[in-house]
């Protein structure tokens, strides 16, 4: 005889994305709860909390046993100190970079090509030409050559530009070589546009700081889309004033951006509020990755992305 399948009770926040999932294996229970209320379980085999809700909603889960934590981001730094006794934390790896890639090519032409001088000039009536930088014929050094640097680089060759991957250490992968962190001081005076695409935590906090800047030739262009912790915001905002250099942010230190930050209105800066990752390209992403959670939960099987436990 075959062996049953195993009992498995999975939440998930809402009623949406439990649709998206669709059917799951016989033995699983989806529950919809979004940690705004009561635990409607002593236990789950698995808790999906609610995308871009901040960490403290975790503290709904004290007292509630629960096996595997599945974030709906990639970035988890901070949210250890959340978990339960005994739960593993899994991210959302495979889930925003198709989405975050789409913003930094975005955000990166959109400071090339000066698309907001002309939304302030629409909202005035004003027609303004103006002659430009291309994003073509650009030396792009993206820092950082995971998932989302990857999903960058590939999005921005098309466009005609020399692509500098830099990672935590040189190696040669799939036919691209990748300099090692330890040869950026080298590599960033011919640098045109710095695309950061790492992760926060304290291995990459500050990691572009005053000195690092300078080393950009006047006129480069700094895209963030991965942490604003990697980026020192003091020294960026001296630099912008000096109008020096220019930024195109999805993501800030501090988070949310006080109003009265000087950020916001220095030279040359344009700052989305960390919206990278949120766009419906993650809706048929996140079902896939909670659907493939629990079929291997169901199996017995080893659940993917774990980051922590």
Do not use: C
């Not at 006794?85 to 959302?92: D, I, K, V, Y």
């Not at 546009?193 to 800047?213: V, Y």
């Not at 262009?221 to 912008?240: H, I, K, P, Q, Y």
């Amino acid at each position: 005889m075959s062996e049953s399948p195993r009992s498995v009770v999975v939440s998930v926040p809402t009623d949406e994305l439990a649709a998206d999932i669709g059917a799951v294996p016989d033995g699983v229970e989806l529950v919809v709860w979004d940690l705004r209320s009561p635990a409607p379980r002593d236990a789950f085999d698995m808790v999906v909390p609610p995308y871009m809700s901040g960490k403290r909603l975790l503290s709904a889960l004290g007292g509630v046993k629960v096996g595997l934590l599945q974030s709906q981001s990639i970035g988890y730094e901070g949210m250890g100190a959340y978990l339960p006794e005994g739960t593993r934390l899994a991210n959302a790896s495979s889930v925003h970079e198709t989405a975050t890639a789409e913003i930094a090519v975005g955000l990166a032409i959109a400071a090339q090509r000066d698309l907001a001088d002309y939304v302030r000039n629409q909202e005035s009536s004003r027609w303004a030409p103006q002659f430009s930088r291309s994003v073509a014929d650009r030396t792009v050094l993206v820092l950082g050559y995971g998932g989302v640097g990857k999903a960058v680089a590939s999005r921005l060759l098309p466009f005609e530009t020399t692509i500098v991957p830099v990672a935590s250490r040189a190696r040669d992968e799939d036919g691209v070589h990748i300099h090692g962190i330890d040869e950026l001081d080298e590599l960033l005076p011919s640098t045109d546009i710095l695309m950061i695409t790492l992760p926060g935590g304290e291995p990459t906090k500050g990691l572009i700081g005053a000195r690092e800047l300078a080393l950009l030739p006047d006129g480069a262009l700094v895209v963030n889309v991965g942490r604003g912790t990697v980026l020192d915001t003091d020294a960026l905002v001296a630099e912008l004033q000096s109008e020096r250099l220019r930024a195109a942010l999805d993501v800030v230190d501090p988070e949310p951006l006080p109003e009265d930050h000087p950020l916001w209105r220095a030279p040359g800066a344009l700052v989305v509020p960390h919206v990278g990752g949120a766009a419906d390209a993650m809706r048929p992403r996140i079902a896939k990755l909670v659907r493939t959670q629990i079929e291997r939960l169901a199996a017995g099987e080893e659940s993917i992305n774990i980051v922590e436990g």
